[in-house]
Structure formats: C-alpha cells, structure tokens
C-alpha cells in the first residue's frame, strides 16, 4: 500500500503549476503510489487575483477542477489536491473563500472536501514580515476523515501542525494516516516543520503525509520545503530539502497496527480531546 508526498515550488502561473504536477504525480503513480498528496497552493501559489481564482472554479470556468478530475482518473491515483480557494459550500460564487483541500479517487470523483481550520495571523522575522490569511480566506467548521485504499484518511492543512488537539481528535475518529499539503516560510521551517510533523505522527500512532512547498516563488518569498512521509513511529521515511519531488514510501498496516498494541495510548489517555468550538466530524 504505497503512499506518496509530492513537493513543489509552484509560481503565479495556474498552468504551468498543473503540468508541473501531472509530472511529479505520473512519477508517483509509476511508481506504485495509491494515494498521493500535492502542497498547499498547488496550484495558485502567490498568484494577484486569489477571488478570482476561486470564483472561476466555482462558477465552472476555472482549469483546476476539472483538471483534478481528469489528472486522477488517467493516472489511477487516489489525491489529496493540497488546497485550492474555493467559496464555502452553499456560499455565492463571489463569497470569501476557504482554503480547500479536495480528496479525489482514482476514477476521477471528489470523496471529501476539507476547509483549513487555523489560518495563518502571525508575525514572522522574514523579508514579508506579517501574514495574515483571514484577510483573504474564512476558516473551516469541520474534521473530515476518508476510508481510502491505504487506509482512513483525516485531512490537515499546514498551520492545523501546530494544534494537537486537532490530531488527537482525528485519531479519535479512526484515522490511520493524516493529509498535511503545507507552505511553512524558512523561517518556521527551519525552527519547528521537522519537530511538528514527528510529534503529530508520534502523537497519533499515524503516517504524517507532508507534502510541501519548497522553493522560490512570487515577489521573493521562499518556503522551507523539507516534504516528507513520517511512519507511527516518529521515523521519516523518505524525504527532500528543496526543488520539486515526488517521494513514495508503502505502509505497513499490520506494524502499525502492533505499535498501537504494543503502546495503546488511546486507551491510556486522561483527557478527553478539548472541544473544537463549532467544529464536527464529516
């Protein structure tokens, strides 16, 4: 049951960021992968117009929906779509949008859609200085989880890696393996990607499928990269610093199942998982 992380360096440029990826997950696909996952902003990475990227989409004029469908039946291959803007569902075309990722099977059809939970306000000691999504985005009120080929399936999103009430939560409801498509600054990657994504996996006993940024993009930002599969252990089990990759590593169900025997932290837990607000599970 392989899996695959795919990193990127994507630009403003929507098509030439999804010929980018069609070849980094063909590479997947070859090589046996079941499942893969793209970055954060895949395909929109810095791109002027983020409103109008997700109006387009959403009024069925956009190129990275059906994109998505067609990439996902041609190649077999079951995808997390990193995110992409998308309005929340039942919202206007027009609405603020969410920041999306999208779970495709292999036949082209879209199982689950997750919203980011926690968006990105915060000061940071770099060229750009202060990010702040919420300008441009509406956070999520939902946990999803997916039954997947490899395995049940929660969906994360970069700045969720700092919430482990969040993991926790999703491990609560089932989950095997967890999503986090991300677009760390160098700054935040370098002093914390490598110990969050080990201690949510460890946390949870799951495979952590980081699939990240990592490169140069739009008016100079860079992003830390360092993509990586992280096993229920804690081990990274394949990985790369920079520059596009498509890194595929197989899961070990029946391991991970005697990790969970072996150490049944679920049932040595005191503390329920904190409420998540108005959050709930689909």
Known sequence: MSIAVIQMASQADIQRNLRDARELLARAAEAGARLAVLPENFAAMGHPRVPAVARAEAEGCGPILPWLATVTREL??????????????????????????????????????????????????????QYRESDDYVAGQRLVLADTPVGRLGLTVCYDLRFAELYGALRAAGAELIAAPSAFTQVTGEAHWDVLIRARAIDTQCYLLAAAQGGEHAAGRRTH??????????????????????????????????????????QHRRFSVPCLGTANVE
Do not use: N
């Not at 993509?227 to 197989?250: E, F, H, K, T």
């Open 76 to 129: 077999g291959l079951w995808l997390v779509a990193g995110t992409i803007p998308l309005p929340p569902d039942g919202a206007p075309a027009d609405a603020r949008p969410a920041a999306c990722s999208l779970l495709y099977d292999d036949q082209g059809r879209r199982v689950a859609r997750y919203d980011k939970l926690h968006l990105f306000d915060a000061e940071v000691a770099d060229s750009r200085g």
């Open 225 to 266: 990269g360092h993509s990586a599969i992280v096993d229920p252990w804690g081990r990274l089990l394949g990985g790369q610093a920079s520059g596009p990759a498509s890194i595929v590593c197989a899961r070990d169900a029946a391991e991970q199942a005697a990790l969970r025997r072996r150490m049944p932290l679920a």
